[in-house]
């Protein structure tokens, strides 16, 4: 007979006793949650029945916590009840329409309340908002609320958008993506029929300010410099694509390292920057030749003479002689320049092409040189890139006015490819590779042979910042302000000890004695070609320039940069004698970024002073720039462009996502783009509210220059909010439902503790107004802050 042992290691005995011990487990769970239940059934049933007692035996009803709807334009109407949490929307909906039926935004010119003006500046809106403009509109709302309550006749004037340049862009590549169309394809009239508006008010302002400074003797005719405007020819940054002149400020800069390829708006093949090519112009005399070199050989079209300098013993024989161009027999001075030549850089020869280098033309003007401009505003070369004026022609390049409507970056391409192709390959080669499609130029550069060498260069890149296109720098017919007297008024407007003009931050007042004294605007002035005209370039001729003073064109393109500059007068009705005029100008206030102190704020100054009789504004207050939380600047392909109105009512991930791709950017940028968003922004932003953001930026005021702004600091702030509508629906808790406040409070009657938290609110009070008098508006918000979450909250309910 067999005898089994049963050991406790058997599996079937261990899987048994874990079951046994699972299930023990979970039945003592169960009893645990269930007096959980239990526990909390009975303490929500005490809590119901305290609120029964408290409100009477009635049950809570839910809809007491919600506000009725409102009628439109109506008086909010609230609920007996505050919410147990705050929300930004509930919170703000309603009010404004409200506000506006009942007058509150109305300025009275008749008051005999003192004026507090502020003219907000036309912001550059090119579709959505930008944060930017939230914080201008933050701390002027703050401004003009504050001084209304303080007892003034408060004006606060919004702006229209004025940025020409930026909408245009936008609106075109618009077009562009909906109906596959360009500007050219619909026309001038019907283009700007459809997209723009001219605001007549603004128009008339414009042709009256030109009509009377003529009238007064101040214009004159293109050969006579007057004391305001004066004509005359200078380089300005060209955009190919916009086919429109832009600011420097719109110009960004990169540094090609050598030979690198590029690419260039409407251009399928890459292009070619940082090479420099050396090659040779033949003297006059039978003296030899001299070498230069360029990165931009195509201009060598246009170049009117070569520089050396003065102590360079190489060419001490060629002071005062000529080179000749090898394609129109151009007689080309040899100048000596010390400022320009450097002895030691390559062969110690410069060329000179005036018309579209800006330091060349610095130099034709000191030395009295032509200017010759080669290219059309398509980047094509002109009849002036064929031959010279006087028509001369040489042996082997009597057709070459064939370069005329040659592109620039397709002609460079094959300029100096056949070029070098012609000294290095065999002839027969490169006939056969050229011939068809470049017969002439093969024969003729084949027969100058003058090319003698290229090298990868170093070199900076002007593209501009709203097309990526490569700027052209263009010498064109310019009307300009000579601003000496009116700009002397400026600076002593806030330099004299009067200071007529304050500037906060200080530090900018030092760099108000830098600006330029001349300033450039455009004014309504037409180019007339006529038929028998042989160039029919712009500018080709001199006396061709009319004063248009009813010229649709030029009244349109005169508004668009003499508007911003009057601005503070047109919006009072000037040239009118209007009574809002009377009473409202000069301005209080102008709130701006700092990096518009030059190019608006010194004009507005100007011409303000000149058609206003008094400076436009008493006070300057600069804010800093915006960039994102890691201090970059905020850039639609970095995907870090933040919309107000998405902090205000919140955003998922994916909506974010969806607005970059309703947008202009390309599926490269578009990808990066998105990868910042997901970065930054990996839960989307939060519904925030219009005060907490409000808020937020205003204590960001503090940091300098610049603001370096998290989205995190702004919910910070919500969350903040939050904890204030706690507070008051608790001491609403404690005045009962029908608690109606006393008209009189002594305070000798009070609790020692309520005297105490009173006296930190008046001295609260004193300090903020003290911050807000001083432009110190992050120290206001500080003040306001510590007093409710420190004194009163942490503090004053906890101790009561």
């Not at 526990?39 to 506000?67: C, H, I, T, W, Y």
């Not at 003007?365 to 040489?394: C, M, V």
């Not at 001491?731 to 503790?753: A, E, Q, R």
Request: overall charge neutral.
């Amino acid at each position: 007979m067999w005898t089994w042992a049963v050991s406790e290691k058997d599996p079937e005995i261990i899987k048994e006793k874990e079951l046994e011990r699972k299930k023990k487990k979970e039945d003592k769970a169960r009893e645990k949650e269930l007096k959980r239940q239990k526990a909390l059934e009975k303490a929500a049933k005490l809590q119901s029945e305290k609120k029964m007692v408290k409100r009477g035996g009635k049950e809570e009803n839910p809809e007491e916590f919600l506000d009725p709807p409102t009628p439109f334009s109506e008086k909010k109407r609230i609920s007996s009840q505050m919410a147990k949490q705050y929300s930004p929307t509930a919170v703000e909906k309603s009010w404004y329409a409200w506000w506006e039926k009942s007058g509150f935004f109305v300025a009275d010119a008749k008051s005999s309340k003192p004026p507090f003006v502020i003219v907000l500046p036309p912001p550059n809106v090119t579709r959505a908002l930008h944060i930017g403009h939230a914080l201008s509109v933050a701390i002027e709302d703050m401004i003009v609320r504050w001084r209304r309550m303080s007892g003034y006749n408060t004006l606060w004037v919004p702006g229209m958008d004025h940025a020409g340049i930026a909408t245009q862009v936008v609106v075109e590549k618009k077009i562009m993506r909906e109906r596959k169309l360009t500007r050219h394809d619909l026309g001038r009239e019907k283009f700007v029929s459809e997209c723009f508006t001219m605001d007549e008010k603004s128009s008339r302002a414009v042709t009256e300010a030109f009509v009377r400074l003529n009238k007064n003797n101040l214009i004159k005719s293109f050969y006579i410099i007057s004391f305001f405007y004066c004509k005359e020819e200078r380089l300005v940054n060209w955009d190919c694509v916009l086919w429109t002149a832009i600011s420097d400020i719109e110009v960004e800069h990169i540094e090609i390292k050598g030979r690198t390829l590029l690419n260039v708006p409407g251009y399928d093949k890459l292009v070619e920057f940082g090479v420099l090519t050396s090659f040779a112009y033949p003297l006059e005399g039978e003296l030899g030749e001299i070498v230069v070199a360029t990165t931009r050989v195509e201009t060598m079209l246009g170049d009117t003479a070569v520089a050396i300098h003065p102590d360079d013993p190489r060419y001490n024989h060629l002071h005062g002689k000529y080179a000749i161009h090898p394609f129109n027999g151009r007689k080309l001075p040899i100048v000596c320049d010390a400022t320009l030549v450097d002895l030691k850089f390559g062969s110690g020869a410069v060329k000179i092409t005036p018309a579209h280098d800006q330091n060349d033309f610095e130099v034709c003007r000191g030395h009295d040189l032509e200017s010759i401009n080669i290219f059309t505003d398509a980047r094509k070369i002109n009849s002036s890139g064929g031959s010279d004026s006087q028509k001369i022609h040489i042996q082997h390049f009597t057709n070459w006015n064939e370069f005329r409507f040659q592109d620039r970056f397709l002609h460079l391409f094959w300029f100096w490819k056949i070029f070098y192709l012609a000294v290095r390959e065999d002839v027969y080669k490169v006939f056969i590779r050229y011939l068809l499609f470049l017969g002439w130029a093969f024969e003729r550069i084949l027969a100058v042979g003058l090319y003698r060498g290229a090298q990868g260069n170093e070199m900076r890149l002007g593209i501009c910042s709203r097309t990526n296109d490569v700027v052209e720098p263009l010498s064109k017919p310019q009307w300009y302000v000579n601003c000496d007297e009116m700009a002397m008024k400026g600076l002593a407007a806030v330099m004299d000890e009067e200071k007529e003009i304050e500037i906060i931050p200080r530090q900018y007042a030092a760099d108000w004695k830098r600006w330029q004294l001349w300033w450039g605007h455009r004014v309504p002035a037409c180019y007339v070609t006529l038929e028998d005209d042989e160039l029919k370039e712009i500018n080709s001729y001199k006396d061709h320039w009319v004063i248009a003073r009813n010229e649709d064109d030029a009244q349109e393109e005169a508004s668009r940069l003499y508007n911003g500059k009057k601005f503070h007068l047109t919006v009072l009705g000037w040239p009118d004698d209007t009574e809002d005029l009377k009473a409202f100008y000069p301005t209080s206030v102008l709130e701006t970024g700092h990096d518009i102190l030059f190019f608006w704020v010194a004009r507005m100054v100007m011409l303000g002073m000149e058609l206003g009789g008094d400076v436009p504004f008493r006070m300057v207050y600069l804010h800093p720039m915006i960039r994102d939380a890691h201090g970059r600047k905020m850039s639609k392909s970095l995907g870090n462009v933040i919309d107000p109105l998405e902090v205000i009512s919140g955003i998922s991930l994916e909506g974010l996502h969806k607005r970059l791709e309703e947008g202009n950017l390309d599926p490269k940028e578009l990808t990066v783009a998105k990868e910042g968003q997901v970065k930054d922004f990996p839960n989307g932003i939060p519904e925030c509210g219009a005060d907490a953001l409000r808020f937020a930026l205003i204590s960001y005021t503090a940091q300098s220059d610049k603001i370096n702004l998290d989205i995190q600091r702004v919910v910070g702030y919500r969350q903040w909010c939050n904890k204030l509508w706690n507070a008051v629906r608790f001491s609403m808790s404690k005045l009962g439902d029908d608690y109606i406040p006393p008209t009189n409070v002594n305070p000798d009657d009070l609790p020692f503790s309520c005297q105490w938290i009173l006296s930190l609110l008046n001295r609260a009070i004193f300090k903020t107004n003290a911050a807000l008098e001083s432009y110190k508006f992050s120290d206001a918000a500080s003040i306001v802050y510590s007093w409710w979450q420190y004194q009163l909250c942490d503090f004053f309910y906890l101790s009561n």
